[in-house]
Each structure stands twice: as structure tokens, then as C-alpha cells.
């Protein structure tokens, strides 16, 4: 018997193992990863893990023996190079080739590089993996100074490490506001002024033109509104999903490996999850690629029932989370432009949520330091709640009584 191979081993295969044995499936699992680590958690990478708070071994999923004990084969440290659906094979970096009955993508997103000249310089770095954060650390030191070349989550998060950690930081960001691609004016306001007040310097509408060797050591960045002297560059503009291999083997592809609500590809054996993967979501009406935790793991276990032989439709709000400073956001549902926003709470206090009203339908919601907003937000969200703004805004009326 072939069973399942899992190219990628990060959360979603994790959890695709976990979900398979706990399903009663007893065919072999092979799981392949180019990294020498088991799968690990990647969003401490730019909190905890890199200011040093955090153990390596703390990343990890499972622990190693997890999968022995699952009777599933780690082979870490080499790459799938090729899928032959035909022949139902998986050719390895080692010329191992791999026989499946299920092929299962969770091959997760990798970094959008640079390409302006000079890019290729030392002390350019990106923030993906457990390498590249060990890359970082020996220049994480109070006084250095520090670039962050785009104003995303990931950016943002080094930013606030680096700057608890006595570092000079100044964030480059090309928009006109920080996390303009994923949130609110008032949301890129309340961050924007958070870093501020911490001694970040914030650059927005500044493009970056290249990076230049500094005389005596350090870099030069060139940007469209001058040039920046420090000790290193860190990295954060986007992320690609990771669907070169599949789209190679003539799966569908379109932003993301194309899968159905099973997360099952177009051709019915393989499968894809996680950032990866392009999904159908009747909640928010059209198809998402979604760069989360949650999505990672519910995609994993939707995958694995296919497998088993117990197919169940996955249809969720997707959410996510991001830690910078004192400030915990919590977020639910996808915003949009052009959504009416009404604000429950103080910015200046950090303790608000913004909701992100559309036809008058809670469809999401960004909580700062605001656990019931962001709870309750959610079940508004699954459910299509209609509120009125006035009340949802009113401290005064409890969250739970809107959704009477």
C-alpha cells in the first residue's frame, strides 16, 4: 500500500497526520520538508523566537517522537522536485521517488524578494524561517540600526521587537499607510502612532531604489526620498503561495493551488491546504487564499477526512492575530474598502474594536486589547448579524446583548 505523501512540512502537515491517525487511517505517511526541523510554529518567528524568549525546540508542533509514534516517516532536509500524477510518484532532491495513493500540497508560501539592485547584498534579510531568524540574531543587538523594508504584519511585529530590544528602527513602506493592503485608515493610524511613540521611525509613500555597501561598514539604502545608513535590512514585503510544483504537474492553479470545499485539487488524489491553497468560502463569498493558523489547521483536517473516507465541507470565518508591544489584535472576517467602520472603545486607551459594517451586515471586525469584541464579532460575522451602529458602538450596551 502507497498511502500519503505530504510535500511541505509545516502546520498543515502536522495536523494532517494528527487527524489521519485519529480518523482510523492506517496506510503509511510520508511527510517531505527541505528544512532539517520538524514542523514548527512560524508566527513566534518575528515575536518571541527572535527576541531570543523562546527555545527552538518550544517551535515545534509535536514533538519528534510524535511521529514515530504515528507511524509516519519524517525525511526533512530534502525537496520534492517533481510530481508525476500518471505514475503516481514524487521524485526527491536524493532520487528517492515516492509511490501515493493521496498526494497532499501543504508546500505554504515563501518571501517576495527584493529585485532592486543591490538586494543581493549581505545583510539583507527575510523572515520566513527558524534559519532566518538565526541569520538575524547575531546583529539583534541595542544600538544597532535596523530597516524594515515594508510595512505589513510581519514588518511591523520585527519592528516592535527590535525596538523593545534598544535597536534604532526605521520602517519603509511605499504606501501611503502602513498595512493599507489588509486594514483601515484607523487601524494604520492606531499602529502607525503606536511605533511612533516607541521611537520607530515611519517612512510611508517611500519607495525603495537599491541598497549600496556603506564605506566603513552597514548599508545605504536608496530610496525615493533620500538614503538611509544602517547595519542591516530586514525584509517583509509579501509572501508567494507555494504552487510551482503542483502547477507543473498540471493541477489548476490560479493565486494558490485551486481546491473545493473537501480540499480536494482538480485532480481528485491530490489535495493542498494551507497558505498554499486557493478555497471556496460561501461565508465570504468568493474564493480566498488565506495566510493563517486556523486556516492551516482546518484546511489539514478537512484533507485528512477526505483521505479517511469521511469527507466534511470546510467553510469558516477566517481569522488571524498579531502581537506588537502591550497591544494584542485580534482579527475576524476580511474588510473591504468602502465598508462603514464604527469604533467600540478608546484608540487612545488601546482597548477598541473597529467594525466593519457592509450593508449594514457585521462582515469584520480588527479588536485591540478587546477579547469580547473580537468573540463576539466572530459569531456576528458566521452569522450575517445585521446591528445598529449606534448600539454595537456604545460601551454601555453589552456585546452579547446585540446579538439578541
Given amino acids: 500500500m502507497a498511502g500519503t505523501v505530504v510535500i511541505g512540512a509545516g502546520q498543515a502537515a502536522s495536523q494532517l497526520v494528527a487527524t489521519l491517525r485519529a480518523e482510523g487511517y492506517d496506510a503509511p505517511i510520508v511527510v517531505v520538508g527541505d528544512e532539517p526541523y520538524p514542523p514548527y510554529q512560524r508566527p513566534p518567528l518575528s515575536k518571541k523566537f527572535l527576541a531570543g524568549e523562546l527555545t527552538e525546540d518550544r517551535l515545534y508542533i509535536k514533538p519528534p517522537e510524535f ?85 505589513g504584519y510581519i514588518g511591523l511585529e520585527t519592528a516592535a521587537v527590535a525596538a523593545k530590544r534598544g535597536l534604532a528602527v526605521t520602517v519603509v513602506e511605499a504606501m501611503e499607510r502602513c498595512l493599507q493592503r489588509v486594514t483601515s485608515p484607523l487601524m494604520s493610524d492606531f499602529f502607525q502612532s503606536l511605533h511612533r511613540a516607541e521611537g520607530v521611525v515611519i517612512q510611508t509613500e517611500t519607495g525603495v531604489t537599491g541598497f549600496e555597501a556603506a564605506p566603513g561598514g552597514g548599508l545605504l539604502v536608496k530610496t525615493t526620498k533620500g538614503e538611509i545608513a544602517c547595519d542591516f535590512v530586514v525584509a517583509g514585503i509579501g509572501i508567494l503561495p507555494g504552487q510551482e510544483m503542483a502547477a507543473a504537474s498540471g493541477i489548476v492553479c490560479d493565486n494558490g493551488i485551486v481546491v473545493d470545499e473537501f480540499a480536494r485539487t482538480s485532480d481528485p488524489d491530490v489535495y493542498a491546504a494551507g497558505d498554499c491553497a486557493n478555497l471556496p468560502s460561501k461565508l465570504m463569498g468568493r474564493r480566498l487564499r488565506l495566510e493563517s493558523v486556523h486556516n492551516a489547521i482546518e484546511q489539514a483536517k478537512t484533507a485528512a477526512l477526505s483521505i479517511a473516507g469521511k469527507p466534511k465541507a470546510y467553510d469558516d470565518v477566517p481569522w488571524f492575530w498579531s502581537d506588537q508591544y502591550d497591544v494584542k489584535l485580534q482579527i475576524a472576517g476580511l474588510s473591504a474598502p468602502g465598508d462603514s467602520v464604527v469604533v467600540r472603545g478608546d484608540p487612545a486607551a488601546r482597548k477598541f474594536a473597529a467594525f466593519y459594517l457592509r450593508d449594514g451586515v457585521v462582515a469584520a471586525v480588527d479588536a485591540v486589547n478587546a477579547a469580547p469584541e473580537y468573540m463576539i464579532g466572530r459569531m456576528m460575522i458566521a452569522q450575517k448579524k445585521a446591528v445598529d451602529p449606534a448600539r454595537l458602538a456604545d460601551l454601555a450596551t453589552p456585546m452579547k446583548a446585540l446579538m439578541g
Fill in 67 to 151: 511521529y514515530d509514534q504515528a507511524g509516519a516517516t519524517l525525511k526533512l532536509g530534502v525537496s520534492a522536485v517533481a510530481v508525476d500524477r500518471a505514475a503516481r510518484t514524487v521524485t526527491l532532491s536524493d532520487g528517492t521517488a515516492l509511490g501515493y495513493d493521496s498526494l497532499v500540497f501543504a508546500t505554504g508560501s515563501r518571501v517576495r524578494k527584493l529585485t532592486v539592485p543591490g538586494s543581493d547584498l549581505p545583510g539583507i534579510h527575510y523572515l520566513r524561517g527558524i534559519d532566518d531568524v538565526k541569520a538575524i540574531q547575531p546583529h539583534f543587538h541595542a544600538g544597532k540600526r535596523m530597516v524594515v523594508v515594508g510595512g
